[in-house]
């Protein structure tokens, strides 16, 4: 006859058991790593982006506060030259290169309109360096005949984008 023994299912062998615990062990494992790597590639992903603003934040900074002085510079410049009439004291101080060099680190940071008045700018410090180009080429420091007339407002002009690299740079500090 044949006898029944007592026997234990298959998933509570003694045998298969540890085998199914370390297999439960090394999915449940995995997960969690998983989850923590994506936490953490997250939180490395924050921290670059948070570096890369922060330099761009500098260099936004310093461009603003370089062409800030040729800006201020060239302000100056026109408003002495406009009441003395005379080119005489201005030498060869200014220079585009400032601009040339940091106008695409500040296309991005301002508004069309401050955009254009920074270009304005520029053109208008092109314009000046140009006129006493002339006049030292004609070794004569007064002004020629509607000079006196292009330039009078040029020193409310720079003025505005000189106000413009201020904001920004003080915006930008700020932010850091």
Request: hydrophobic share 45%; net charge neutral.
């Amino acid at each position: 006859m044949l006898a029944l023994t007592d026997t234990t299912p298959w998933y509570l062998n003694p045998v298969f058991l540890p085998a199914a615990f370390g297999l439960l062990g090394v999915v449940v494992g995995g997960l969690i790593t998983a989850v923590g790597n994506y936490f953490l590639d997250q939180n490395r992903n924050k921290r670059i982006v948070k570096r890369d603003n922060h330099g761009r934040s500098i260099e936004r900074i310093s461009a603003a506060r370089v062409l800030h002085d040729t800006f201020d510079r060239a302000r100056i410049a026109s408003k002495i030259a406009n009441k003395e009439q005379s080119f005489a004291f201005f030498g060869a101080a200014l220079s585009l290169d400032d601009w040339s060099n940091n106008r695409g680190l500040l296309a991005a940071a301002v508004s069309s309109e401050e955009w254009s008045k920074l270009r304005l700018a520029a053109l208008i410090l092109q314009r000046f360096i140009a006129m006493h180009e002339g006049a030292v080429d004609r070794k004569d420091n007064s002004f020629k005949e509607g000079e006196a007339d292009r330039i009078k407002d040029y020193p409310d002009k720079i003025g505005a984008a000189c106000d413009i690299l201020q904001s920004l740079a003080d915006k930008e500090q700020q932010g850091l």
